[in-house]
């Protein structure tokens, strides 16, 4: 598999209000290595860039959380 980017940053809006911590939306723009997206992807068995960060960062936060650190 491979992702052909459209430009060198990937840019999401977040909105801190969906997560209970009240105030505006931000939008974040992000530098993301295509080699490692494809590994990720191909790891994690997503379809598409936005599937592979969010899993990988729901993933992670998952093992944080069982190893007793923040969130």
């Known amino acids: ?27 974040v723009c992000v530098e993301i290595d295509e080699e490692a997206l494809e590994l990720a992807a191909e790891a994690l068995g997503t379809t598409t860039p936005s599937d592979t960060v969010n899993t990988a960062l729901r993933e992670t936060t998952d093992q944080v959380r069982r190893a007793g650190g923040a969130g």
């Open 1 to 27: 598999m491979t992702y052909r980017l459209v430009s060198i940053a990937w840019c999401a809006r977040l909105d801190s209000r969906r997560h209970g911590r009240g105030g505006d939306s931000a939008e």
